[in-house]
């Protein structure tokens, strides 16, 4: 048995992510294609700056190109890269076939929401507004991992990335919902966890648990663990009260990525806590169903 749900019903659903910056983006990007309930529109590959590599976005490029074809949906899902830099100001988008993908979905007479998950920098929802301003008025949620804990905000990944991005896109009349650091890593798995519920469904399985082990071989000291920060945007858009959640004014970051509460800006949700339970057990079958499948046809 599968659920099957019809078209209409379905979640319209962009995936914006820097796949290649570390190793949980794979994850949420499997999980995503693995939900009936989604219709996904497409991929963007994301930079994630030049301390990692010099060509960021294209990784992220690669890895999506290569996780689409080890889950055999070649010609299936939509893939674009996104831009290749941060913006240079709060004024000056960098145009890209990723923002001209959110323009394209944002301008489509649907009735339906369009969610727009972003698993790092915001460059490309950012550009996407200053391209076309028009999409402002549209029906877009954005869902975003990044930012630090509330209230006084600091130092995040994500965030650091494009400050002036994350600043457009929360000065704007989009509907935001921010998944901030302390919520976004309540998602620890152990190797243990992933080797006995991943590495056995399938290709897309067993790339999923290697490519997490060589990261964290990198690491200085000896880890077992890793916190699947980026799941919660496909738990949240599945169940949005998946976690505590407010609605509080938008804030203006500064160059330190501190928040500065002026309650000029509209509101925007904000995630407290998330169901690691819900979102890790949900993906673990939808995989195992999803390898099963595959093993039988």
């Keep these: 048995m599968e659920s099957v749900f019809p078209d209409h019903k379905k979640l319209r659903v962009i995936i914006n992510t820097d796949t290649k910056a570390e190793a949980d983006d794979q994850y949420a990007i499997v999980h995503g294609l693995l939900t009936p309930s989604f219709e996904i529109h497409g991929m963007i590959a994301a930079h994630f700056g030049k301390l990692k590599s010099p060509t960021s976005m294209q990784d992220s490029r690669e890895e999506i190109d290569l996780l689409i074809r ?3 949906l070649e010609g299936r899902v939509r893939a674009e890269n996104g831009a290749l830099h941060e913006m240079p100001d709060e004024q000056t988008p960098v145009d890209s076939p990723g923002a001209r993908l959110i323009i394209e979905e944002a301008l489509k007479e649907d009735d339906r929401m369009l969610n727009i998950a972003f698993c790092g920098p915001l460059t490309d929802m950012a550009s996407a507004l200053l391209l076309e301003p028009a999409i402002e008025k549209r029906k877009i949620r954005v869902i975003w991992i990044g930012g630090y804990t509330w209230p006084l905000g600091g130092k995040e990944y994500n965030l650091a990335n494009d400050i ?34 991943v590495y056995n469904q399938g290709e897309i399985g067993a790339y999923l ?46 160059p330190q990525m501190n928040y500065i509460h002026n309650g000029q800006h509209r509101v925007i949700k904000v995630y407290e806590t998330v169901d690691s339970r819900f979102i890790m057990e949900d993906f673990f079958a939808k995989l195992a169903q999803f390898a099963r499948k595959n093993t039988s046809s």
């Design 164 to 197: 002036h991005a994350a600043n457009v896109v929360f000065k704007s009349k989009l509907e935001v919902w921010q998944v901030p650091y302390n919520a976004y890593r309540m998602m620890p798995v152990s190797h243990a966890e992933l080797i006995e519920k």
């Design 209 to 254: 648990v290697e490519q997490l082990l060589a990261y964290n071989s990198t690491k200085k000291e000896a880890i077992e663990y890793r916190s699947l920060g980026d799941s919660p945007v496909i738990g949240i858009m599945m169940y949005p009260e998946c976690g505590r959640s407010e609605w509080r004014p938008a804030p203006e970051i500064d």
């Design 70 to 72: 080890l889950m055999g």
